[in-house]
């Protein structure tokens, strides 16, 4: 049964973390990241893009924070930035990199892609469970 009682602070700031890191993520990545997905740079950060993807996984990320503070402590029986991160490892090879390489191997999008994007995730993940730990 979902905690609607959970660390709202917490849930917050594992969000802000998860979107820092996201934007020095990408800055690191932006080359490949471009390159991987066989686009343009101009289609895909053109002037007049709408900034919707950002506010989309901004809510995105918040739900993942939500759903972390509600497992941690339910898989482990307290919350420490130890079980966060295990917990975001866990959810991270189980569910969303198997789900991406499902989707991308459909979509035949490049292992590449699949590589930055799913290390993204991957830090997303181990990053709110720390932060959630920490805070919660």
């Known amino acids: 049964m979902l905690n609607m009682g959970v660390n709202w602070l917490a849930v917050l700031l594992a969000t802000i973390a998860s979107m820092a890191l996201g934007m020095v993520w990408y800055m690191g990545f932006a080359k490949a990241w471009i390159s991987a997905t066989g686009k343009s740079e101009q289609e895909l950060m053109g002037e007049g893009k709408s900034p919707s993807p950002f ?13 972390l503070a509600n497992l941690v402590p339910g898989v ?8 966060g991160a295990m ?9 969303v990199i198997t789900a991406m390489i499902i989707n991308h191997r459909y979509q035949s999008m490049s292992w590449k892609l699949t590589l930055i ?3 993204y995730l991957l830090g997303v993940l181990v990053v709110q469970g720390v932060v959630i730990g920490l805070f919660g």
């Open 55 to 67: 506010v989309f996984a901004a809510l995105a990320q918040f739900v993942m924070a939500f759903f």
């Open 76 to 83: 482990w029986g307290s919350l420490s930035a130890y079980n």
């Open 87 to 95: 917990t975001g490892l866990f959810v991270w090879g189980g569910f």
């Open 117 to 119: 994007d799913g290390g």
